[in-house]
T-cell receptor
């Protein structure tokens, strides 16, 4: 597609429920990244996929968070047993893995009530 | 990954040139310097990237001194629509980028 697409754009869930967030990267982009941004804060790195390499999961805050990327394209970020502190905007980005930089989606705003 | 330091906030007026400086003392040989712009409720948008000397595009200029320990993003003749958060990042383009807290630029009429 023309840009990075994320769905849903907004998600309200009850504490303790599982949620899945989807990212469709730009076609042909080999690298895919997930970030989290809490209100008024900077971006927090979560996970990074590059081609067929093992993902860099060093930013995942707990084992309740996981992500997969199927067929080197679409990615799903799953948060199990959501907590109120998980409320944030989850941003996905993709790139060619080299210059000139990332393209971000518009994000999914997750609210845990 | 090189750590960056940039001002938390800056104010300017329409029509002025704005220069935002970023310090990155431990930049590595393979690292590039990249700047992103973020408006409220949107994902960051790539502005400019450089390795050394000066890079210019239709939006901004990036000045990088010979030692590469700092860089300056220059926005010519800002308008109200340039009010945003600007992030300076340093890293290998083939690796993940770590965002700091950015510089919040407020442009006044």
């Amino acid at each position: 597609g023309a840009g990075v697409s994320q769905s849903p754009s907004n998600k309200v869930t009850e504490k303790g429920k599982d949620v899945e967030l989807r990212c469709d990267p730009i076609s042909g982009h080999t690298a895919l990244y997930w970030y989290r941004q809490s209100l008024g804060q900077g971006l927090e790195f979560l996970i990074y996929f590059q081609g067929n390499s093992a993902p860099d999961k060093s930013g995942l805050p707990s084992d309740r968070f996981s992500a997969e990327r199927t067929g080197g394209s679409v990615s799903t970020l799953t948060i199990q047993r959501t907590q109120q502190e998980d409320s944030a905007v989850y941003l996905c980005a993709s790139s060619l893995g080299s210059l000139p930089g990332y393209t971000f989606g518009s994000g999914t705003r997750l609210t845990v009530v | 990954l090189a750590k960056t330091t940039q001002p938390i906030s800056m104010d300017s007026y329409e029509g002025q040139e704005v220069n935002i400086t970023c310090s990155h003392n431990n930049i590595a040989t393979n690292d590039y310097i990249t700047w992103y712009q973020q408006f409220p409720s949107q994902g960051p948008r790539f502005i400019i990237q450089g390795y050394k000397t000066k890079v210019t595009n239709e939006v901004a200029s990036l000045f990088i001194p010979a030692d590469r320990k700092s860089s300056t993003l220059s926005l010519p003749r800002v308008s109200l629509s340039d009010t945003a958060v600007y992030y300076c990042l340093v890293g290998d383009p083939g690796d993940k980028l770590i965002f700091g807290t950015g510089t919040r630029l407020q442009v006044f009429p």
